[in-house]
C-alpha cells in the first residue's frame, strides 16, 4: 500500500488580495469564472502575483498536475494500486 503526499504544493486558489487584479480578472474571465474560483497560476497571474509573500512558492498549480501524472503512469503503483494522496491547499 503506498500512499503519495505532495506538500507544500503551491497549489491555491486566487487569494483575496489578488482577487481584483486586472490580469487575474482577465484570465478569470476568459475560463468564464469569477476571480475567487480558479487557481493562482504563476504562468497567467505574474504581474498580480509580484510583491506578495511566498511568491516564488505559490502559483504552480502545473507542478501537481505533472505530479500526479507520473505517479499514476509508474507501473509498479498501477500494479499495486496507489492508496490514498494528500495535496495541501492553501486556503485564506
Known amino acids: 500500500m503506498i500512499s503519495l503526499i505532495l506538500s507544500e504544493s503551491a497549489l491555491e486558489l486566487v487569494p483575496s488580495e489578488l482577487k481584483h487584479h486586472p490580469s487575474v480578472v482577465a484570465h478569470a474571465k ?47 503503483i498501477l500494479k499495486i494500486k496507489l492508496n490514498s494522496m494528500f495535496i495541501p491547499l492553501m486556503i485564506k
Do not use: C, Q
Open 30 to 76: 476568459k475560463l468564464g469564472k469569477h476571480s475567487s474560483e480558479i487557481l493562482l497560476d504563476n504562468s497567467w497571474h505574474f504581474a498580480a502575483m509580484k510583491g506578495i509573500k511566498n511568491e516564488t512558492k505559490r502559483g504552480r498549480p502545473d507542478l501537481v498536475h505533472f505530479s500526479i501524472l507520473e505517479a499514476t503512469t509508474i507501473p509498479y
